[in-house]
């Protein structure tokens, strides 16, 4: 089939060379004239384990800026643009209502299938279908869906291939045969729903993972005023087939372009239906507090934390990506830097795109062991693999006073007690040496 992708961001570049690779043709657009170059030779501007290499042996996948190019031959038409959150927590529609536009201008073939792969509020395909006959000579060309995406993000591609589900929501049986013919070759159970079910599922499904973060996290903090072990809790719980062990996984909250943005959402459109979301709001606020626990935990433990020198290893919002969106290292690396802490920041990964953010603030170490040496803190705030297989009395000799603040319980409290460690967990019983010293004078 001939597939166009609009917006050549996470989604959509995922979404198309994904569907390259099973043979469709497929053209990606995007308006960032830069970041085509970039995807034109044959490389990704974002950091996605396998996405390169998709991108880069694919010749069914081509980029263009050119909305006459993308929409000629395309039989199928995805929409992947951003919604990101307004200040009431409402998605920002303006990137799809324009998108809709330029589509209604420049497809001229009947029956084309409009479909909606970016994360909407309940109603907003219906509102696509008039964006896209306002602009267009003909009134009733096309055919609108639904297909959400379930992506997580550093095993988008894994996700593709080996998904639970893909949800297909439309009114139209055309369109429902021709989408299901279109993903077959994935091998994934299809899911058929109406428009607005489809729309509701994405939202659902990303709100009760965020509940469930929020439980076991405060499951985590009741351990710790109870002298249980969260870890031995969560495997407990998960062996029950009704629960399930995934998400279960106590840590500082969670973040990224997902949970935040659609729990807010999903708060906001209760809102509209006069339906107070009781339950979402408490996991909202269980996650704002979870993600500065550890420097509360430090300030506990330190006493005076002005002029006192922290490495943090760890910027994006979990592992395998570049994604600092939402991530819990930036709160607590502002809440540390309001405390007067001198801050050294570490990542594989996503360092060029906290610079951006964090400016000037922080030092930037080139790697993890320049984040550790000579501090007198240190705050694990994502689970890379690079930090998971150091050894705590490594880490120990390195520091000036070796204090761990560890988000993501990396390392066990028996390796903690072994290296002479302070060390501080979520959900877990502190190790503690008494090792604080007085801070460095100013």
Same mark, same amino acid.
């Given at each position: ?19 390259? =690779? ?53 039989? %199928? ?29 420049? *497809? #001229? ?5 409009? *479909? &909606?792969?970016? &994360?909407?509020?309940?109603? &907003? ?17 096309? !055919? ?73 996290? =405060? ?23 009704? %629960?399930? +062990? ?23 459109? +209760?809102?509209?239906? $006069? ?23 430090? #300030? ?25 969106? $939402?991530?819990?290292?930036? $709160?607590?690396?502002?809440? @540390? @830097? ?51 297989? @150091?050894?705590? #009395?490594?880490?120990?000799?390195? !520091? ?12 066990? @409290?028996? =390796? ?19 090792? *604080? ?6």
């Amino acid at each position: 089939m001939n597939i166009s992708v609009i917006g050549a961001g996470y989604v959509g570049l995922v979404t198309g060379a994904c569907l390259a =690779e099973i043979g469709h043709h497929v053209i990606c657009l995007d308006t960032d004239k830069q970041k085509v170059e970039i995807l034109k030779r044959g490389k990704s501007p974002i950091y996605e384990p396998g996405l390169e290499a998709l991108v880069k042996k694919n010749n069914r996948l081509s980029f263009t800026t050119d909305y006459q190019v993308a929409c000629e031959k395309a039989e %199928i038409i995805i929409i992947a643009v951003g919604t990101p959150s307004l200040p009431d927590g409402s998605a920002d529609l303006s990137a799809i209502q324009d998108v809709a536009g330029k589509i209604g201008s420049h *497809v #001229k073939r009947r029956g084309t299938i409009i *479909v &909606t792969k970016s &994360t909407v509020p309940v109603g &907003t395909n219906h509102k696509i279908k008039s964006w896209l006959n306002t602009e267009s000579s003909s009134p009733g060309r096309f !055919m609108i869906a639904s297909n959400p995406e379930f992506l997580r993000e550093g095993s988008a591609i894994h996700d593709t291939f080996n998904g639970d589900r893909i949800v297909i929501g439309t009114e139209e049986e055309e369109a429902a045969i021709k989408l299901e013919a279109m993903v077959s070759p994935f091998g994934v159970p299809v899911l058929h729903t109406s428009i607005e079910s489809a729309e509701m599922i994405k939202y659902s499904s990303n709100a009760f993972l965020a509940t469930k973060i929020s439980f076991i996290n =405060e499951i985590a903090n009741l351990c710790e005023k109870l002298g249980a072990n969260v870890e031995d809790v969560a495997k407990g719980m998960g062996m029950d087939q009704r %629960i399930g +062990a995934s998400f279960l996984q106590a840590g500082i909250g969670y973040g990224g372009s997902c949970f935040p943005k659609d729990t807010n959402a999903l708060v906001q459109m +209760a809102g509209e239906m $006069e339906h107070k979301f009781e339950l979402l709001e408490s996991v909202i606020h269980v996650n704002a507090k979870q993600q500065v626990k550890l420097v509360q935990i430090a #300030k506990d433990h330190v006493k005076e934390l002005k002029g006192r020198r922290a490495g943090i290893l760890g910027l994006s919002f979990k592992p395998n990506t570049d994604d600092i969106r $939402e991530a819990a290292s930036l $709160e607590m690396i502002k809440q @540390l @830097l309001l405390e007067g802490v001198q801050v050294t920041v570490y990542d594989p990964v996503a360092t060029e795109n906290a610079k951006s953010i964090l400016g000037s603030s922080v030092a930037f170490a080139d790697n993890c062991f320049d984040a550790i040496e000579d501090q007198e803190m240190v705050f694990i705030a994502t689970e890379w693999e690079e930090f998971k297989v @150091l050894r705590l #009395k490594t880490i120990s000799k390195l !520091m000036k006073t070796p204090i761990i603040f560890d988000g993501r319980n990396c390392f066990s @409290l028996e =390796e903690a007690e072994e290296a002479a460690i302070d060390y501080y967990s979520i959900g877990r019983p502190a190790v503690i040496h008494s090792t *604080v010293k007085k801070p460095h004078s100013q």
